[in-house]
């Protein structure tokens, strides 16, 4: 039996008498919050423009309040006040996201769990981790604590609510192009060790919830069990998790991280070379969970790089000669064997460590993403070579005669292939809301914006789009690179199966039927 931390149902009826009580004070939220004692910004003060900005400064929101709760009876009271007020709630984690981290709308309520950072282990491995946390925190806690390890993403700014919530991938190396050609700056944003153990979201064993109503449980595989299958792939549509229980892994020993620089001189002998590693990929006599790996094309090469949960020896003899067979020699390589936690460190692109307060970290973009299908392969007949290319002269850049004028990427994340955990969960992980099971690959294609001169966002959107639309339509897409330009029901129809959507709708009818926790895109739109 995992050992939680008891959550009584005295709680909820705490929360329930405190509605009581805030239901005679005054109209307005933030006389709410005051009287509930509940910290927040509001308008006006000096710490309220800061708080408010989001990371994608391209979609900016003014909200009616930022709700700084330090206990889950403040997050309760803070739910309650909106409700009260009829204001729209949006939770915030880390506030990295791509979207609506600020609400979607003028005059929401950001709930900020940045108080919320504790991360312990206790029993067979179990970690509890704060709503609050970064990723980089998570990784060096559970580590220095007892050498335990989760898939995840390695951005390690990213905040643990959104991102386990939603998926939680390792993914790729990234790095940032310009239309000319030369790659400005290269981002570690991943390690991969989701194919052996999954996604984040595959881990999650228990979650303590404060619902709209203000009640505040605990919801587990046997306890809350609708509450729970939905929190996994759309929580921010059914309530506010202040904290995790995730079942983590041994920390391997020692990883190999391995980067190959492939030169493509034209888009002939980059669809040839990307035929071969995709051939690659599904090649059960040499690909099995001990592999990961990612590929970020430019106009000249293919940036491939990877870890291998296993002996560099063996690597070197095995598994570098078949990726290399038929590639063009590579213009650089990198093979190094390291620890787990200095693996993550040599992929990420700052300090593992981030800040318990005051993360300021911004950027001006659009990105979506693309799930292709381990059924239909890009190589397949009805995928022409230039998508696998789109980074040369095409119609994607949708005005003649120029080139896009902003730094860009395109990252291609392997998730199935022979022995993947991603496409072959256990049972308990499949159990969920979270759809994206058969992909070979997760595709991202993403833009800063240029500036107005250059056509602004709406040649960011029209650029990204054309990426996409090279590779196709109909393909689902990803939780965590979702698309803000999406309608309710287009996001709806991508990212969630027609049964798995259905089932949402009735759990968020039934713990949330006024939509308190709302965004563009939320379930019920």
Same mark, same amino acid.
């Given at each position: 039996?995992?050992?939680?931390?008891?959550?009584?149902?005295?709680?909820?009826?705490?929360?329930?008498?405190?509605?009581?009580?805030?239901?005679?004070?005054?109209?307005?939220?933030?006389?709410?919050?005051s009287?509930?004692?509940?910290p927040?910004?509001?308008?006006g003060?000096?710490?309220?423009?800061?708080?408010?900005?989001?990371?994608?400064?391209r979609?900016?929101y003014?909200?009616?309040?930022?709700?700084?709760?330090?206990?889950?009876q403040?997050?309760?009271?803070?739910?309650?006040?909106?409700?009260r007020?009829?204001?729209?709630?949006q939770?915030?984690?880390?506030?990295?996201?791509?979207?609506?981290s600020?609400?979607?709308?003028?005059g929401s309520?950001?709930?900020?769990?940045?108080?919320?950072?504790?991360?312990?282990?206790?029993?067979?491995?179990?970690?509890?981790?704060?709503?609050?946390?970064?990723?980089?925190?998570?990784?060096?806690?559970?580590y220095?604590?007892?050498?335990?390890?989760?898939?995840?993403?390695?951005?390690?700014?990213?905040?643990?609510?959104g991102?386990?919530?939603?998926?939680?991938?390792?993914?790729?190396?990234r790095?940032?192009?310009?239309?000319?050609g030369?790659?400005?700056?290269?981002?570690?944003?991943l390690?991969?060790?989701?194919?052996?153990?999954?996604?984040?979201?595959?881990?999650?064993?228990?979650?303590?919830v404060?619902?709209?109503?203000?009640?505040?449980?605990?919801?587990t595989?046997?306890?809350?069990?609708?509450?729970?299958?939905? %929190?996994?792939?759309?929580?921010?549509?059914?309530?506010?998790?202040?904290?995790?229980?995730?079942?983590?892994?041994?920390?391997?020993?020692?990883?190999?991280?391995?980067?190959?620089e492939?030169?493509?001189?034209?888009?002939?002998?980059?669809?040839?070379?990307?035929?071969?590693?995709?051939?690659?990929?599904?090649?059960?006599?040499?690909?099995?969970?001990? &592999?990961?790996?990612?590929?970020?094309?430019?106009?000249?090469?293919?940036?491939?790089?990877?870890t291998?949960?296993?002996?560099?020896?063996?690597?070197r003899?095995k &598994?570098?000669?078949?990726? %290399?067979?038929?590639?063009?020699a590579?213009?650089?390589?990198?093979?190094?064997?390291?620890?787990?936690?200095?693996?993550?460190?040599?992929?990420?692109?700052?300090?593992?460590?981030?800040?318990?307060?005051?993360?300021?970290?911004?950027?001006n973009?659009?990105?979506?993403?693309?799930?292709?299908?381990?059924?239909?392969?890009?190589t397949?007949m009805?995928?022409?070579?230039?998508?696998?290319?789109?980074?040369?002269?095409?119609?994607?850049?949708?005005?003649?005669?120029?080139?896009?004028?902003?730094?860009?990427?395109?990252?291609?994340?392997l998730?199935?292939?022979?022995?993947?955990?991603?496409?072959?969960?256990?049972?308990?992980?499949?159990?969920?809301?979270?759809?994206?099971?058969?992909a070979?690959?997760?595709?991202?294609?993403?833009?800063?914006?240029?500036?107005?001169?250059?056509?602004?966002?709406k040649?960011?959107?029209?650029?990204?789009?054309g990426?996409?639309?090279?590779?196709?339509?109909?393909?689902?897409?990803?939780?965590?690179?979702?698309?803000?330009?999406?309608?309710?029901?287009?996001?709806?129809?991508?990212?969630?199966?027609?049964?798995?959507?259905?089932? %949402?709708?009735?759990?968020?009818?039934?713990?949330?039927?006024?939509?308190?926790?709302?965004n563009?895109?939320?379930?019920?739109t």
């Amino acid at each position: 039996m995992i050992p939680f931390i008891p959550i009584s149902f005295l709680l909820g009826c705490l929360s329930v008498s405190k509605a009581a009580q805030l239901a005679a004070a005054p109209s307005s939220l933030g006389d709410c919050l005051s009287r509930a004692k509940v910290p927040a910004s509001l308008p006006g003060s000096s710490t309220f423009p800061k708080l408010a900005q989001p990371f994608n400064l391209r979609l900016q929101y003014l909200p009616a309040a930022v709700a700084l709760p330090t206990t889950t009876q403040e997050v309760s009271d803070a739910v309650l006040c909106a409700a009260r007020s009829k204001v729209k709630v949006q939770a915030k984690s880390g506030g990295h996201s791509a979207s609506f981290s600020s609400g979607g709308q003028n005059g929401s309520m950001v709930i900020s769990l940045e108080a919320f950072q504790n991360i312990s282990l206790f029993g067979p491995g179990i970690a509890q981790v704060g709503g609050g946390v970064r990723l980089g925190n998570l990784a060096t806690g559970i580590y220095n604590q007892g050498k335990r390890a989760l898939p995840h993403g390695v951005c390690p700014g990213v905040g643990i609510g959104g991102h386990a919530t939603h998926g939680g991938y390792s993914q790729i190396i990234r790095s940032l192009i310009q239309a000319a050609g030369k790659r400005m700056v290269t981002k570690p944003s991943l390690g991969y060790s989701s194919r052996a153990w999954g996604f984040t979201l595959d881990t999650i064993v228990g979650l303590d919830v404060v619902l709209a109503n203000g009640t505040f449980v605990q919801a587990t595989p046997t306890a809350y069990k609708d509450i729970f299958w939905a %929190l996994r792939g759309a929580a921010d549509s059914i309530g506010i998790i202040t904290r995790f229980y995730f079942q983590t892994q041994p920390a391997p020993t020692s990883i190999v991280n391995w980067v190959y620089e492939i030169p493509v001189a034209n888009p002939k002998v980059a669809a040839a070379a990307f035929s071969h590693i995709q051939d690659f990929v599904l090649n059960a006599s040499i690909i099995d969970d001990k &592999i990961g790996m990612g590929v970020t094309p430019s106009p000249s090469s293919f940036h491939v790089s990877g870890t291998y949960r296993g002996d560099e020896a063996v690597f070197r003899a095995k &598994i570098a000669p078949e990726f %290399l067979r038929t590639l063009p020699a590579p213009s650089s390589t990198k093979i190094k064997t390291f620890s787990w936690i200095d693996s993550l460190a040599d992929m990420w692109s700052s300090p593992l460590p981030q800040p318990l307060s005051g993360y300021d970290a911004h950027d001006n973009f659009y990105a979506k993403s693309i799930l292709v299908p381990e059924s239909s392969p890009l190589t397949s007949m009805s995928r022409p070579p230039p998508l696998i290319t789109p980074l040369a002269p095409t119609p994607t850049n949708r005005i003649p005669g120029t080139r896009y004028p902003n730094l860009w990427f395109s990252e291609l994340n392997l998730l199935g292939g022979p022995s993947s955990r991603v496409n072959n969960p256990s049972p308990a992980a499949a159990d969920s809301a979270f759809s994206a099971r058969n992909a070979l690959w997760v595709v991202q294609h993403y833009s800063t914006v240029p500036s107005t001169a250059d056509g602004g966002p709406k040649r960011a959107i029209e650029f990204v789009n054309g990426l996409n639309d090279a590779l196709g339509k109909g393909y689902g897409g990803y939780l965590n690179y979702v698309d803000p330009e999406l309608s309710a029901s287009q996001a709806h129809g991508i990212y969630y199966s027609r049964d798995v959507y259905e089932r %949402l709708v009735r759990i968020k009818n039934a713990v949330d039927p006024e939509g308190v926790f709302w965004n563009p895109q939320a379930v019920g739109t």
